[in-house]
């Protein structure tokens, strides 16, 4: 337990750290996107193709953040993530979510396509999900 306290500090330290020396805008203003994803979930032998889903995603620069809002059925749910990186040609950003799991997304500006992995730290349940699709402004 005390390994896995000190690996999340040290993530997130080395993740604030890199926001704030290697991030930079590729303008200031706010990007909204609409992605549609092929999802796939389980452990790494086995992973399961899940329901296709729509994913809406505002990029904003001036808060280094993106705000993702996932729509699956009637349900919807929502997530922050912090910029890491982001130059005329791609996004990288992270979140360490409450449920104890660690998500990066990629962005691809050129083809706007959308890489992302959630990783569950939790002992029995799947152990990842992987999502991968493309964007529209």
């Known amino acids: 337990m005390k390994k896995r306290s000190a690996l999340f500090k040290s993530l997130i330290f080395c993740s604030t750290f890199a926001t704030l020396f290697f991030s930079s805008k590729v303008d200031g203003k706010q990007k909204m996107l609409i ?18 889903q729509t994913w809406q995603l505002k990029v904003d620069f001036s808060k280094n953040s993106i705000e993702k809002y996932k729509y699956l059925g009637e349900k919807s749910y929502y997530s922050t993530y912090s910029i890491i990186s982001s130059s005329v ?18 962005l691809d500006w050129n083809t706007k396509q959308l890489s992302y ?9 799947e152990s990842l999900s992987l999502h991968y699709g493309f964007c529209r402004s």
């Open 35 to 52: 992605c549609e994803v092929q999802s796939y979930t389980g452990k790494a032998s086995s992973l399961r193709e899940v329901k296709t």
């Open 89 to 106: 040609n791609k996004l990288i950003a992270y979140e360490v979510s409450s449920w104890e799991g660690i998500s990066s997304l990629v």
């Open 117 to 125: 992995v959630h990783h569950f730290l939790k002992p029995n349940r």
